[in-house]
């Protein structure tokens, strides 16, 4: 029984196993990055809110220009949330992830 090219069949079989591998690990960091992008705009919003000033251009000014287009902020009272959509390579997902960051300021 001869090996000749039995690395390449290995290769064509290994290659898609990568290749979505590579892509889960993608979409995973950037549902990472997306939520710490999130809780650190709800946060400066909460902090404009403490100041008395615009909540969400504060959250908006506080993440890259990327992401402001896929991102919602509300305001109650006090409370600043932040919706966020990371960015998905897959058009399926990209509609289907959305985190989310919350903060809130305690009025002495």
């Known amino acids: 029984m ?4 039995q690395a390449s069949v290995e290769l064509v079989a290994a290659v898609p196993a990568l ?6 690990l993608f979409q995973l960091l950037a549902v990472g990055y997306s939520a710490v992008l999130a809780g650190s705009a709800a946060e400066a ?5 403490a100041g008395g000033g615009d909540a969400q251009a504060a959250a908006r000014r506080a993440v890259p220009g990327w992401s ?10 006090d409370s600043v949330r932040v919706g966020m959509r990371p960015p998905s ?4 997902l990209a509609d ?11 009025r002495p």
């Open 68 to 77: 402001r287009a896929r991102m919602t902020v509300s305001v109650s009272g």
């Open 2 to 5: 001869s090996e000749r090219g």
């Open 19 to 24: 290749l979505l591998l590579a892509l889960a």
């Open 89 to 92: 390579p897959l058009a399926a």
């Open 96 to 106: 289907r992830l959305e985190v989310h960051g919350a903060a809130a300021v305690a």
């Open 45 to 49: 919003g909460a902090l404009a809110v």
